[in-house]
């Protein structure tokens, strides 16, 4: 039987800047319209790029590096849709049925609980066999999963800190920058490695455990990001799953074609 080889996605490596200035201006261009004019319908505009452009430059960069996938940009925008909606909703369902159990939930509940909501987009994904191909399809489809929770979940902070706040522009300003921010290296990091190994079990026919591992580390640095908190600790969890995260891409990324075919065998 004849395999395809995984191709690499024809995205210009510098189309993340793109997305990402482009974004930012795009924010300030509302944010002073919403500041001049205080008109209360530009506050969703405000919050939804606030929120989505962090994610999105960070998807378009991970996408357009020389790795080993089939993927066009339909499948992993849909991803992003997808696994943002199907995760924020199953998760906040499951975790608002724990609490009503239990009476409260543990930050490793929740850890628990998010981390498997985001896979479920992937994992399906992963039934479709044009979408089998190597590990690296599963990292960016995982990060595409990320982003989209990430962008929800931070549009949820935002309008909630606009409430409390009574319409502080410049608290929201602050949440949206600082979950921006940190976003590649939480969400998107942690989604990325786990449906990374995900597709490495899946279509290796191995590889369960380095799976079940991955996952693990996912969850404890999501535990420990929801439980200690700080600006510090934040920063550190960053760089950890972000230096993963690279480790992962570049040597997913120096898989030779007929390495790339192999893997994609059932």
Known sequence: MTVETPTRLPVAR???????I????LFELVRRTLVATQNPNFLPSLILLGAAVVPAAFLTFVASRRLPIDLGTGPIALAALLGGVIGTVVAGTLEYDAMQRLGGLPMLVVAMIEEAAKL?????????ARYRHGPANGLVLGVA???????????????TVLVQTRGN????????????L?????????TGLTAAALWRWARLGHGLWWFVGTYVVAVALHTVWDSVGGLLVYIVLAVVAFALLVLT???LGELRPDRATAASRT
Request: aromatic share 8%.
């Open 22 to 25: 482009g974004g930012i201006v």
């Open 14 to 20: 510098w189309l993340w800047i793109v997305v990402l």
């Open 182 to 190: 940190l976003s590649p290296a939480a969400h998107m990091a942690w």
């Open 169 to 180: 522009i410049a608290a929201v300003d602050g949440e949206l920058l600082l979950r921006g």
């Open 249 to 251: 891409t570049h040597r």
């Open 120 to 128: 479920i987009v992937p994992a399906a994904m992963l039934g479709v």
């Open 145 to 159: 999963s990320g982003a989209g929770f990430a962008a929800l979940e931070t549009m949820g902070y935002a309008l």
